[in-house]
């Protein structure tokens, strides 16, 4: 069974920096593209950024976020820097590119 | 970018009843190499993370009730909901895989009449 499961997020004041992981288990985690989608509260679902073998990343946070991977602890990462209040959402990591699987999300609170 | 656009934004249908939601994408999501539409569809009930209903425009995923039926192609789809149950009332997005930036569309709710 794949799972999922994040953790990292928080409170952090505007500029300031978190660094969220996503830990699976229940797939080959190297040969899988994984991405990150977030939801601003009552809003929608918004692409981040995505890892399949190349990076990329939505408009609004390329330069301030990094997605990167360990396939030895099978786990995605992604760092957020310069962080704005905009930036406040669930953010859920997701298996490959039609993101078939889903973790639960971590909340992240960018306030002053 | 590839905009999605949902339509309706909600809709209350009654209780075995059919249940229809349309999106619309800016820009054709059909590959010439592979003759596929990079069309997902997602459910979404609160407090829940999405859950991924179909793929390809119209395969249902394993375990995915078959009152569920995706169609469509180019830049027209729509996500049918056969007979409504109880259990339906969810948001649903679409979402194109097709080219970066991926984008979803704004999300229809469903509700009982």
């Known amino acids: 069974e794949v799972q999922l499961e994040e953790s990292g997020g928080g409170l952090v004041k505007p500029g300031g920096s978190l660094r969220l992981s996503c830990a699976t288990s229940?797939?080959?985690?190297?040969?899988?593209?994984m991405s990150w989608v977030r939801q601003a509260p009552g809003k929608g679902l918004e692409w981040v950024a995505t890892?399949?073998?190349?990076?990329e990343y939505a408009a609004p946070v390329k330069g301030r976020f990094t997605i990167s991977r360990d396939d030895s602890k099978n786990t995605l990462y992604l760092q957020m820097n310069s962080l704005k209040t905009e930036d406040t959402a669930v953010y859920y990591c997701?298996?490959?590119?039609?993101?078939?699987?889903w973790g639960q999300g971590t909340l992240v609170t960018v306030s002053s | 970018d590839i905009v999605m656009t949902q339509s309706p934004d909600s809709l209350a249908v009654s209780l075995g009843e059919r249940a229809t939601i349309n999106c619309k994408s800016s820009?054709?999501?059909?590959?010439?190499?592979?003759?596929?539409?990079?069309l997902a569809w997602y459910q979404q009930k609160p407090g829940q993370p999405p859950k991924l209903l179909i793929h390809?425009?119209?395969t249902r995923e394993s375990g995915v009730p078959d009152r569920f039926s995706g169609s469509g192609s180019g830049t027209d789809f729509t996500l049918t909901i056969t007979s409504l149950q109880a259990e339906d009332v969810a948001v649903y997005y679409c979402?194109?895989?097709?080219?970066?930036?991926?984008?979803f569309g704004q999300g229809t709710k469903v509700e009982i009449k």
């Open positions: 997701a298996t490959n590119s039609i993101a078939d699987y």
């Open positions: 229940g797939l080959i985690f190297s040969n899988t593209w």
């Open positions: 890892d399949g073998g190349t990076t």
């Open positions: 820009q054709s999501v059909l590959s010439n190499s592979n003759n596929k539409n990079y």
């Open positions: 390809w425009a119209s």
């Open positions: 979402h194109q895989y097709y080219t970066t930036p991926r984008t």
